[in-house]
C-alpha cells in the first residue's frame, strides 16, 4: 500500500512539476541573461551609481535596484534571476529578499486588487512603505557590512562581441546550476504535496487552528483538575502517559467540536446570507432598470 502510495504520488507530481520547471524557465532564462548583458556592456554599473544613494540607505549596493525592480513589475522568480546573476553577499540576499517578498508583482496584483473592490494605489504604497522599512530594519539588526575604500571605477559602455561566446558559456554553467537547484526543490515540494494529500492530513489541516488554540488551555485545566499533586506527577511515568493521552483526545475532540459544530456552520450561514444580499441586490437593480 505505502509503495502503491508513492508510485500514485510520483505519477501526479511529473506534469504540474514539468509546466512550472517551464513557467519558471521562460521567465528566469531571460532576465538573468539580460542582467549579464547590462553588467557585461558596462550599462548595470552606471545604473546601480544613480540607485546608489537609495539602496545605500538600506544597506545594500547599487545594482540591488534591478532586483527590486524587477520583483516590483515582474515577479519573485525574476528577482530570483536577477540576484543569482549579482554579485551579492549573504547579507545583501537577507535584506534584498524581505524586501522582494513584501513589494512584487504589482501590476498583476494590482488588477485583482481593483476587481475586489480595494484601493490599488493605496495598496502598493503600504507595499512598498512596508518593504523599505523591513528592509531598513533588518539592515539595521544584521551585523554590519565591512567597510571598503576603494572607490569604483566606472567602466565604459560597450560589449566586446569576441567575448561573447565565452560569456555566454559562463552564464550557461552557473544558470545550469541554479535550473538543476529550483527543479529539484520544485518536484519535491510538489511530490510531498501529493503524497500528503489524504483524508486523515486534510482532516487534520482542519483542525488544526483550534487544536493549537484550545490544546495549552484544556491541558492546564486538566492537570490542575486531575493531577493535583505536583511531586508525584513529576515522579510517576504512568501518570505521565494518561495526562498526555488525556490531553490530545480532549484535545482533538474540543477542535473537531469547534471546528465542525461552530466555525464551518456560521461560515456556511454567512456566506448564504452574502449570497442572498447580493442576489436581492441584483434583483432590485433589474427592476430599477425596467
Known sequence: MIVSRFGEALRETVKPALDTIKFLLLLMIPVSLGVMLLDKSGILPWLARFAAPLMGFLGLPGEAALACLSAIFLNIYSAIAVMETLSLSGRDIIILTTFVLIAHNFIVESAVLKKSGSSASRMILIRLIYGFAAAWVINRILPP?????????????????????SLLLIWLGSSGILIIRIAIIIFAVIFLQKLLDNRLLRFISAISYNLYIWHQVLAVQMRQAFFPDADAFRQSLPQQWAFTLLCYSVAILAAMLATFGVE??????????SSNRRKRQHEGSQVANA
Open 264 to 273: 464551518q456552520p456560521i461560515a456556511r450561514l454567512t456566506q448564504k446570507i
Open 145 to 165: 557590512a565591512p567597510l571598503t575604500h576603494t572607490e569604483a571605477i566606472l567602466p565604459a559602455i560597450g560589449l566586446d562581441v569576441r567575448e561573447l561566446p
